[in-house]
């Protein structure tokens, strides 16, 4: 998934109506504000209530449905094999918002703080805090990229990380 990749699909998001912010790899690298690595995938939270809108303008580009884990979070994949990996939100009236999970008494929350502004390829981009990022890494053995995004939010803003 390149830059012009997920730069494409937010404009196609933007026209059909939806909000959304940008997560995992792409999202740390949108807080950068420069590509840190090669990205597999795009992670998109949105809006539930605009599920159907969404999955119409990605459809609509080709995409089609290869899994389904809802309502913790769905993939539509390009004839090519690109991924966009989708985190539906529910949000309440104060700016937060939770996400299902698969232990339904624990769902992942996300404080009004959480939703921010970074860059990717010098266009502004809705994405998820580097606080929340970090948040979301933890409690699991992480993966090599996940050690790199890490260092690279601890080296640009100074943050303590849990690995």
Same mark, same amino acid.
């Given at each position: 998934?390149?830059?012009?990749?997920?730069? *494409? !699909?937010?404009? @196609?998001?933007?026209?059909?109506?939806?909000?959304?912010?940008?997560?995992?790899?792409?999202?740390?690298?949108?807080?950068?504000?420069? $590509?840190?690595?090669?990205? /597999?995938?795009?992670?998109?939270?949105?809006?539930?209530? $605009?599920?159907?809108?969404? !999955?119409?303008? @990605? *459809?609509?580009?080709?995409? &089609?449905?290869? !899994?389904?884990? /809802?309502?913790?979070?769905?993939?539509? &994949?390009?004839?090519?094999?690109?991924?966009?990996?989708?985190?539906?939100?529910?949000?309440?009236?104060?700016?937060?918002?939770? $996400?299902? =999970?698969?232990?339904? =008494? /624990?769902?992942? +929350?996300?404080?009004? =703080?959480?939703?921010? &502004?970074?860059?990717?390829?010098?266009?502004? +981009?809705?994405?998820? =805090?580097?606080?929340? $990022? !970090?948040?979301?890494?933890?409690?699991?053995?992480? &993966?090599? /990229?996940?050690?790199?995004?890490?260092?690279?939010?601890?080296?640009?803003?100074?943050? *303590?990380?849990?690995?």
């Amino acid at each position: 998934m390149t830059a012009d990749d997920v730069l *494409t !699909v937010l404009a @196609l998001l933007r026209e059909a109506e939806t909000d959304i912010w940008v997560g995992g790899g792409w999202g740390i690298d949108a807080l950068l504000g420069k $590509q840190t690595r090669d990205h /597999r995938d795009l992670d998109l939270m949105h809006r539930q209530e $605009q599920e159907p809108k969404v !999955v119409a303008a @990605l *459809t609509a580009a080709g995409f &089609t449905e290869t !899994v389904n884990w /809802r309502p913790v979070r769905f993939v539509l &994949t390009a004839p090519d094999g690109r991924e966009i990996d989708l985190h539906p939100l529910v949000f309440a009236e104060d700016g937060s918002a939770v $996400q299902a =999970s698969l232990e339904p =008494s /624990r769902p992942f +929350v996300y404080p009004a =703080s959480a939703f921010v &502004t970074g860059r990717i390829a010098g266009t502004p +981009v809705p994405c998820l =805090s580097a606080e929340q $990022q !970090v948040h979301f890494h933890q409690g699991y053995e992480p &993966t090599d /990229r996940d050690r790199h995004d890490m260092a690279e939010l601890r080296h640009a803003f100074g943050i *303590t990380t849990h690995f």
